[in-house]
């Protein structure tokens, strides 16, 4: 069946380091990819999303490829700040599903 | 303006007791969500409505019920709480089924 599958956490970073959170899915036809972003004591809030093969999203800093040959949407920042501190969940949808990945934490140190 | 909303933010509660949350939308969307995340962040969707009616009824005790009564309100009653219904509980909701949802803020309740 379809499925998200993330890198396990957390993952913990020096301020301004470089940040890779890997994801790769699992999906019978072309579904759209999703990246949200939990903050400690709030919701889920979408950070980017691509919707067809090698579409990049991206948004505050953020970047992420839709990656057919791998079947992977990595996510990316190029220099980390303690606010970035927060979970992180890929996604899918697909024939009107949606599968959420384990969610990754990731703690940015001063 | 908040787009989704959820009610009451914190909830304890006794074992046995009945309870509600409460979820309102103001975006229009079609469809919207319950899911529970437990202490590792794990998120499990409980329900689903799409205009008003339910879509995914998974895997849950039928001690839970949602309960829709329009477009932009989707409700949670929970009859005889058990210790491991502790989470917290987000609404969310979607134009439609399968687009980007947009979440809550959370519902923490605790059960003792």
């Known amino acids: 069946g379809d499925s998200v599958t993330q890198m396990e956490g957390p993952v913990t970073l020096s301020e301004e380091a470089f940040l890779t959170i890997n994801c790769t899915y699992t999906?019978?036809?072309?579904?759209?990819l999703f990246w949200y972003v939990q903050y400690p004591g709030e919701g889920l809030q979408l950070l980017l999303k691509?919707?067809?093969?090698?579409d990049k999203g991206s948004n505050k800093g953020f970047e992420a490829t839709y990656r057919k040959e791998t079947t992977s949407f990595h996510l990316e920042k190029g220099s980390v700040q303690v606010s970035d501190s927060a979970v992180y969940f890929c996604?899918?949808?697909?024939?009107?599903?949606?599968?959420f990945g384990s969610g990754t934490k990731l703690n940015v140190k001063p | 303006d908040t787009a989704v909303s959820q009610t009451p933010k914190y909830l304890v509660t006794q074992m046995g007791n009945d309870k509600s949350i409460k979820c309102e939308q103001n975006?229009?969307?079609?469809?919207m969500y319950w899911y529970k995340q437990d202490s590792k962040k794990f998120l499990k969707i409980m329900f689903s409505?799409?205009?008003?009616?339910?879509?995914i009824n998974e895997t849950v005790p039928n001690r839970f019920s949602p309960k829709s009564p329009d477009k932009a309100h989707l409700n949670l009653h929970i009859n005889s709480l058990e210790l491991g219904d502790s989470a917290v509980y987000f609404c969310?909701?979607?134009?439609?089924?399968?687009?980007?949802?947009?979440f809550g803020p959370g519902t923490r309740l605790t059960v003792t």
């Open positions: 969310a909701s979607s134009p439609d089924l399968g687009t980007e949802q947009y």
């Open positions: 999906a019978t036809g072309y579904p759209s």
């Open positions: 691509a919707t067809k093969a090698d």
């Open positions: 996604a899918l949808s697909w024939a009107g599903k949606f599968y």
């Open positions: 975006l229009g969307h079609d469809t």
């Open positions: 409505y799409n205009n008003k009616e339910l879509i």
